[in-house]
């Protein structure tokens, strides 16, 4: 595979598991694994360039040393070409490759002007990989600030018990601050608001 062309239109996937990757003596790789579409996994194959991998590898942190050294040994040891790297064997199942997108298109050929893709969806060229975003959890953002809320207003109600005269005990107890890491929340969350 000296040359590869591919289509122009893109699709982004958040996941995808390698269970063998192909090494030949061109610039690129293959790898053979499955791609996730929604809910569900499709059997396909990747085209990409070791950059691209690298970037990869290197977002999959987890994984990250022994998919490397399981390559590291294979081009150390290489003596046929193509070599396979059994990921699956070696490492006891396909590695996956998740938070993370992967900007994908179709190889291709052009005819007439007009650029066919010949694979049926069953193959893909990885393009780009970049981290994916994390999606906050506005439930959560949302139970966060009532909570912060409700402890600036009982910071305001211990001070004005305070300015009743009230003493330091007492003025907590009423305000509900009897704990003293609810009372340091509460002033922290008080200050946030008057500063």
């Known amino acids: 595979m000296k040359q590869l062309k591919t289509t122009s239109s893109f699709n982004t996937y958040s996941a995808i598991s390698v269970g063998q990757i192909v090494l030949d003596d061109s610039n690129y790789i293959t790898l053979w694994g499955s791609?996730?579409?929604?809910?569900?996994?499709?059997?396909?194959?990747?085209?990409?360039?070791?950059?691209?991998l690298n970037t990869m590898l290197r977002y999959v942190q987890d994984r990250n040393d022994a998919v490397q050294m399981t390559i590291v040994k294979k081009l150390e040891d290489m003596q046929q070409i193509p070599e396979i790297i059994?990921?699956?064997?070696e490492l006891?199942?396909?590695v996956l490759f998740d938070n993370m997108n992967?900007?994908?298109?179709?190889?291709?050929?052009?005819?007439?002007?007009?650029?066919?893709?010949?694979?049926?969806?069953?193959?893909?060229y990885i393009e780009q990989v970049t981290p994916a975003i994390p999606v906050k959890n506005t439930?959560?953002?949302?139970?966060?600030?009532?909570?912060?809320?409700?402890?600036?207003?009982n910071y305001e109600l211990y001070l004005g018990y305070l300015e009743l005269d009230f003493d330091e005990d007492g003025a907590r107890q009423k305000a509900d601050l009897v704990d003293d890491l609810k009372?340091?929340?509460?002033?922290?969350?008080?200050?946030?608001?008057?500063?």
């Open 92 to 94: 006891g199942s396909a």
């Open 183 to 195: 009372f340091t929340l509460a002033y922290y969350a008080w200050k946030e608001r008057t500063m």
């Open 102 to 124: 992967f900007l994908l298109s179709h190889p291709g050929f052009g005819k007439q002007g007009s650029w066919i893709e010949y694979t049926d969806g069953e193959c893909f």
């Open 139 to 153: 439930r959560y953002e949302k139970k966060i600030g009532q909570c912060m809320d409700m402890l600036y207003m």
């Open 35 to 52: 791609l996730q579409q929604d809910d569900n996994w499709t059997r396909c194959d990747f085209v990409t360039t070791y950059e691209v």
């Open 86 to 89: 059994d990921l699956e064997a």
